[in-house]
T-cell receptor
Framework: AQKITQTQPGMFVQEKEAVTLDCTYD???????LFWYKQPSSGEMIFLIY??????QNATEGRYSLNFQKARKSANLVISASQLGDSAMYFC????????????FGQGTELSVKP | GAGVSQTPSNKVTEKGKYVELRCDPI?????LYWYRQSLGQGPEFLIY????????DSGLPNDRFFAVRPEGSVSTLKIQRTERGDSAVYLC?????????????FGEGSRLTVL
């Protein structure tokens, strides 16, 4: 069965420092995509970054990068130069392409950025 | 509007009552998804539509839950004989299709409280 695991319920980081949020996934299907979403206290889910299973290079979007290690089935999110506005819940999610478009989400990590 | 719109934003009902939650996706998006998010958890998949048809309803917890999308745009999630355990935020999302690698765009959710 497909599964996403986020083992860090909560993380703290000092403003302006980098932080890594862990995500491991489980699937036997070779064709899939990995996504990270941010959910601030307002509740809206905000898309951050995407990595396809066949992508050779790690995805980057501004201060966000995805450390994709296929053999280890991990897709960690790295946030560089943390800002106070980065404080939120972060969810890792997976889409299996031959099983339609649904995303399977992990349990989330709550990130708190300290001034 | 430009984004996914969900109504009502908040709904309080009594145990045993019937509830309808509405989702208006981004114009032109053919895929529409319903998720349920309990406090402190990641979104849990319920059902998704490609066009008017339910492509995958494997996440619906029981036959009290039903969703429709009669014209391929607006969708309604219907919950019969509500129970206290149905209390959660119900999130709707849409994407251009279910088969692309693009992200899902989420609404702000409908918070359901069953007393």
């Amino acid at each position: 069965a497909q599964k996403i695991t986020q083992t860090q319920p909560g993380m703290f980081v000092q403003e302006k420092e980098a932080v890594t949020l862990d995500c491991t996934y489980d699937t036997s299907d070779p064709s899939y995509g990995l996504f990270w979403y941010k959910q601030p206290s307002s509740g809206e889910m905000i898309f951050l970054i995407y990595q396809g299973s066949y992508d050779q290079q790690n995805a980057t979007e501004g201060r966000y990068s995805l450390n994709f290690q296929k053999a280890r089935k991990s897709a960690n999110l790295v946030i560089s130069a943390s800002q106070l506005g980065d404080s939120a819940m972060y969810f890792c999610a997976m889409k299996i392409y031959n099983q339609g478009g649904k995303l399977i989400f992990g349990q989330g990590t709550e990130l708190s950025v300290k001034p | 509007g430009a984004g996914v719109s969900q109504t009502p934003s908040n709904k309080v009902t009594e145990k045993g009552k019937y509830v309808e939650l509405r989702c208006d996706p981004i114009s032109g998006h053919t895929a529409l998804y319903w998720y349920r998010q309990s406090l402190g958890q990641g979104p849990e998949f319920l059902i998704y539509f490609q066009g008017t048809g339910a492509a995958d309803d494997s996440g619906l917890p029981n036959d009290r839950f039903f969703a429709v999308r009669p014209e391929g745009s607006v969708s309604t999630l219907k919950i019969q004989r509500t129970e206290r355990g149905d209390s959660a935020v119900y999130l709707c999302a849409s994407s251009l299709t279910s088969r692309n690698t693009g992200e899902l765009f989420f609404g702000e959710g409908s918070r359901l409280t069953v007393l």
